[in-house]
């Protein structure tokens, strides 16, 4: 069974940095691809990053490229997101998404398994 758990969500000031992980088990993320969502209240959960085969491949959605990477980290089926530069609109609930079965990268019915969330605040 695979089990998705994020971590590392927290209040940062608006400019501030912040590490996201998500442990995966019972999942091969080097054969597969794992992707970062994020989520407000009342809005559509969108993609935000998105790394295939441990970063083989990466995706980054515009609104976030150039201030968010996944960087890779000797931690086995464990995906990172980095985080700077924070800005007010990046205050959400971040998911990480396992699994992916085609389509779209950024699709939220494109990935099997997903994590619990991580809440991230940016105060001003």
């Known amino acids: 069974q695979v089990q998705l758990v994020e971590s590392g969500g927290g209040s940062v000031q608006a400019g501030g940095s912040l590490r996201l992980s998500c442990a995966a088990s019972g999942y091969t993320y080097i054969s597969n691809c794992m992707a970062w969502f994020r989520q407000a209240p009342g809005k559509e959960r969108e993609g935000v990053a998105a790394?295939?085969?441990?970063?083989?491949?990466?995706y980054y959605a515009d609104s976030v490229k150039g201030r968010i990477t996944l960087p890779q980290e000797n931690a086995k089926n464990t995906a990172y997101l980095q985080m700077n530069s924070l800005k007010a609109e990046d205050a959400e609930m971040y998911y990480c998404g396992a699994s992916f079965v085609g389509g779209w990268m950024f699709g939220r019915d494109d990935y099997k398994y997903w994590g619990q969330g991580t809440k991230v605040t940016v105060t001003s």
């Open positions: 790394d295939c085969s441990r970063g083989s491949r990466t």
